[in-house]
C-alpha cells in the first residue's frame, strides 16, 4: 500500500506512533486534557504507527477523493487523498499534516468528517484524542 501523506509537518510536538489505543471526539476547540471513555462494543478504537492510523478492524484511516475522512480496507479506498500523515498532539487533537481542524458536515442524523469545508452547512471542529478503558 503507498502511504500518502500531505505536505508540510506535523505542528510542533506532536507525535506520529502511539503505544496504545485511543479513539476521539470532535469538539470545537482542542482541550488540555485527554477525556476518558469506557470500551463499549462498538466504540472505534484507534492505533497511531509511523503516521498511519489504523482502527481495530485494520481499515486505515484516510481522506478519500470527496475530502471525506473514513476507515477502509485495507487497502485504502482507490483513490484516497492521504493515507499517512497522521500525528497525535500535545492539546490532545489529531493532526493530518500540519492541519489540526476539520469540518464536520450534517448528514440526516449524524455527521461526516472533511478536512476541507465542502459546504456552507460544515462547521469546523477538532478531533480531541480520547483515551479508552476498561470499565
Not at 506532536?14 to 471526539?25: A, D, E, L
Not at 463499549?40 to 478519500?64: A, N
Not at 500523515?85 to 440526516?108: E, R, T
Request: aromatic content about 10%.
Amino acid at each position: 500500500m503507498e502511504i500518502i501523506r500531505p505536505q508540510g509537518t506535523s505542528p510542533p510536538g506532536c507525535i506520529n506512533s502511539y503505544p496504545g489505543t485511543f479513539g476521539f471526539q470532535p469538539a470545537d476547540h482542542p482541550t488540555p486534557v485527554a477525556e476518558t471513555q469506557c470500551i463499549q462494543p462498538k466504540t472505534l478504537k484507534m492505533y497511531l504507527q509511523r503516521g498511519l492510523l489504523v482502527d481495530h478492524l485494520g481499515r486505515i484511516g484516510s481522506i478519500v477523493d470527496n475530502r471525506q475522512f473514513q476507515f477502509d480496507g485495507p487497502p485504502a479506498q482507490a483513490g484516497a487523498i492521504y493515507t499517512g500523515g497522521w500525528s497525535l498532539c500535545p492539546d490532545n487533537s489529531i493532526a493530518l499534516g500540519p492541519q489540526k481542524q476539520f469540518y464536520a458536515c450534517a448528514s440526516g442524523a449524524f455527521e461526516n468528517i472533511y478536512d476541507t469545508m465542502i459546504a456552507n452547512y460544515c462547521r469546523p471542529i477538532f478531533l480531541n484524542i480520547v483515551l479508552l478503558v476498561e470499565c
